[in-house]
């Protein structure tokens, strides 16, 4: 074999050793991580056990310094937000905007930034008004210091719509209809996704005695909701499709609607929260997003980003429900074997020292021999 075939083959190796490596990611998927804990891990830890359970993303509520550099050559994808309290003047101040681009997303440039999120949950709110020019600010000053790639969005609740059942009758409150359409205008000319938070704990916990465990788990086995063409077996895809036809209502069928926030609790409103529940839910999407059909049936060719909720319990929050999001304790233990890392001397990282050592020994059989 001549040297250059032999080069060939070992550089054939490298590149299947990095893709079987990498081959798990679930490109739809991220987690995010809140910081309302006085115990939580240091960020290299953080980093390191995202890369372990094999996500796409992760969604930062505000800039970490020491995080957002521990990403740097990770890949990761990054949605980030500046602080709610930042908004107004963001908007109101072209230069606030364009040094926060340049303090917390030009000097890293190894870190996957792809989504700014100008504020959650703040329409309905005083500052939702600052929104679109906070949004037009931050978009002008990314493409200023060449970062123009990355999306400007926002992130809004379904407490935005009026009704959202069934999913065809989706439509905005009248009173935020005006700027939701001013900000959908935005994401539509730069072809970015507008941002929801999605419970459909919440949905399940308020009113038992109509929506069913079964539905808000993705248990059910068989259409729960029929919507003229449209049949749901989950309440996540309803909800998503009462989005998009709000958004038809208004002329903008054609932004994407992305999941900025969805989870279940484990604990603090028993029977409805449970360690069961939570895995039942959150494996259920899980799956939904890394098999099959990755849309809605009203969207069924676009696929969903994802972002549960969340990474770790975080102590600081009001109430044991809010604390009880996570997948995994401060000390990084898991609360339930949601992405299947549980210790063992086969895990992902293991499994990739697998695949390298199999690189190395074929390389040096290739040489010595061939």
């Given at each position: 074999m001549?040297?250059?075939?032999?080069?060939?083959?070992?550089?054939?190796?490298?590149?299947?050793?990095?893709?079987?490596?990498?081959?798990?990611?679930?490109?739809?998927?991220?987690?995010?991580?809140?910081?309302?804990?006085?115990?939580?891990?240091?960020?290299?830890?953080?980093?390191?056990?995202?890369?372990?359970?094999?996500?796409?993303g992760?969604?930062?509520?505000?800039?970490?310094?020491?995080?957002?550099?521990?990403?740097?050559?990770t890949?990761?994808?990054?949605?980030?937000?500046?602080?709610?309290?930042?908004?107004?003047?963001?908007?109101?101040?072209?230069?606030?905007?364009?040094?926060?681009?340049?303090?917390?997303?030009?000097?890293?440039?190894?870190?996957?930034?792809?989504?700014?999120?100008?504020?959650?949950?703040?329409?309905?709110?005083?500052?939702?008004?600052?929104?679109?020019?906070?949004?037009?600010?931050?978009?002008?000053?990314?493409?200023?210091?060449?970062?123009?790639?990355?999306?400007?969005?926002?992130?809004?609740?379904?407490?935005?719509?009026?009704?959202?059942?069934?999913?065809?009758?989706?439509?905005?409150?009248?009173?935020?209809?005006?700027?939701?359409?001013?900000?959908?205008?935005?994401?539509?000319?730069?072809?970015s996704?507008?941002?929801?938070?999605?419970?459909?704990?919440?949905?399940?916990?308020?009113?038992?005695?109509?929506?069913?465990l079964?539905?808000?788990?993705?248990?059910?086995?068989?259409?729960?909701?029929?919507?003229?063409?449209?049949?749901?077996?989950?309440?996540?895809?309803?909800?998503?499709?009462?989005?998009?036809?709000?958004?038809?209502?208004?002329?903008?069928?054609?932004?994407?609607?992305?999941?900025?926030?969805?989870?279940?609790?484990?604990?603090?409103?028993?029977?409805?929260?449970?360690v069961?529940?939570?895995?039942?839910?959150?494996?259920?999407?899980?799956?939904?997003?890394?098999?099959?059909?990755?849309?809605?049936?009203?969207?069924?060719?676009?696929?969903?980003?994802?972002?549960?909720?969340?990474?770790?319990?975080?102590?600081?929050?009001?109430?044991?429900?809010?604390?009880?999001?996570?997948?995994?304790?401060?000390?990084?233990?898991?609360?339930?074997?949601?992405?299947?890392?549980?210790?063992?001397?086969?895990?992902?990282?293991?499994?990739s020292?697998?695949?390298?050592?199999?690189?190395?020994?074929?390389s040096?059989?290739?040489?010595?021999?061939?």
């Amino acid at each position: 074999m001549s040297n250059s075939t032999m080069f060939l083959v070992i550089t054939l190796l490298f590149i299947l050793a990095r893709l079987t490596a990498a081959g798990n990611m679930n490109p739809f998927v991220g987690v995010c991580d809140g910081r309302n804990g006085d115990n939580l891990p240091p960020p290299a830890q953080i980093v390191s056990l995202y890369k372990k359970i094999n996500v796409a993303g992760i969604r930062l509520y505000e800039p970490v310094p020491d995080l957002i550099v521990s990403l740097q050559g990770t890949g990761l994808l990054v949605a980030l937000g500046p602080r709610n309290e930042e908004i107004k003047t963001l908007a109101e101040r072209y230069e606030f905007a364009l040094n926060w681009v340049k303090t917390f997303i030009a000097p890293y440039k190894n870190v996957a930034f792809s989504w700014i999120t100008v504020g959650n949950e703040v329409i309905e709110g005083e500052i939702g008004r600052y929104v679109p020019q906070a949004m037009k600010n931050l978009k002008a000053a990314l493409t200023e210091i060449g970062n123009s790639k990355i999306h400007v969005t926002t992130v809004i609740s379904t407490a935005s719509l009026a009704n959202s059942y069934p999913p065809s009758a989706g439509v905005f409150k009248p009173a935020i209809t005006e700027l939701i359409t001013e900000i959908v205008s935005i994401l539509s000319s730069t072809d970015s996704p507008l941002m929801v938070n999605v419970y459909p704990y919440f949905a399940y916990a308020s009113d038992p005695s109509h929506v069913t465990l079964e539905y808000a788990t993705f248990r059910s086995t068989s259409p729960v909701v029929t919507d003229g063409k449209y049949q749901y077996t989950n309440i996540f895809d309803a909800s998503l499709d009462a989005f998009n036809a709000a958004l038809e209502k208004i002329n903008h069928g054609s932004v994407k609607v992305y999941v900025a926030e969805t989870g279940w609790p484990t604990r603090g409103n028993v029977p409805y929260t449970s360690v069961e529940n939570a895995r039942a839910y959150n494996q259920g999407l899980l799956k939904k997003l890394t098999t099959g059909n990755k849309g809605t049936p009203r969207r069924p060719n676009v696929p969903v980003m994802t972002f549960f909720f969340e990474m770790f319990n975080e102590d600081l929050k009001e109430g044991d429900v809010e604390k009880s999001f996570g997948f995994f304790n401060p000390d990084m233990a898991p609360v339930y074997d949601m992405w299947n890392i549980n210790v063992s001397s086969y895990d992902k990282e293991g499994y990739s020292w697998v695949i390298w050592t199999m690189f190395i020994i074929t390389s040096l059989f290739l040489f010595y021999f061939i």
